[in-house]
């Protein structure tokens, strides 16, 4: 298994633009979530999903940011528009809620916002 | 609420000594515990988990944690420290057959000296 994938690697974009990190989940795995890595704040959970559905937004900090997931093996995770203080590290994980599974990440979206 | 507190932002230890990094944890409930490991510019990996039982539980490169309820502590341990454990060590708690957000700490790094 290719394990969790996400793109882009890095993204550079200037304020006020809209990004959209992706996220394709390890087949399978019935659970996603997305979090967010800063110095300043360690490691956020913004949202996560079950048989893709929103399960707990409560971490997501603004309307800017919105999340969706249109299948099992898909999800992205939307700002519009971007903020330089939206500049982190942006993961998805994904794992098989059944079995009280551990979580599986992918290697991370670097997201700076100019 | 649920947090986890990792009260050492950097920890240092000779290569060949015995190396311990400290969690505590507040949850509502029983709690299923983490460690996750972060190599640079790499997603987190599962070390190891604690569920019910017994309250030492071995994970992986022969890391080890210790379960200590009366002092809601999950210490990870390792008898020996190699240079190649070098990394950020993350302790996470969730509620034992509850919601599935998973909180994590800030990070421990940990740095072995040749």
């Known amino acids: 298994d290719a394990g969790v994938i996400q793109s882009p690697r890095h993204e550079v974009t200037e304020m006020g633009q809209e990004v959209t990190l992706r996220c394709k989940p390890i087949s399978g795995h019935n659970s996603l979530f997305w979090y967010r890595q800063t110095m300043m704040r360690g490691l956020e959970l913004l949202i996560y999903f079950n048989n893709n559905v929103p399960i707990d937004d409560s971490g997501m900090p603004e309307d800017r940011f919105s999340a969706k997931m249109p299948n099992a093996s898909f999800s992205t995770l939307k700002i519009q528009p971007s903020e330089p203080r939206d500049s982190a590290v942006y993961f998805c994980a994904s794992s098989m809620r059944q079995r009280n599974e551990k979580l599986f990440f992918g290697s991370g979206t670097q997201l700076s916002v100019l | ?114």
């Open chain 2, 1 to 114: 609420a649920q947090s986890v507190a990792q009260p050492e932002d950097q920890v240092n230890v000779a290569e060949g000594n015995p190396l311990t990094v400290k969690c505590t944890y507040s949850v509502s409930g029983n709690p299923y515990l983490f460690w996750y490991v972060q190599y640079p510019n790499r997603g987190l990996q599962f070390l190891l988990k604690y569920i019910t039982g017994d309250n030492l539980v071995k994970g992986s490169y022969g890391f080890e944690a210790e379960f200590n309820k009366s002092q809601t502590s999950f210490h990870l341990k390792k008898p020996s420290a190699l240079v190649s454990d070098s990394a950020l060590y993350f302790c996470a708690v969730r509620v034992l057959f509850g919601n599935e957000k998973l909180t994590f700490g800030t990070g421990t790094r940990l740095t072995i000296i040749p």
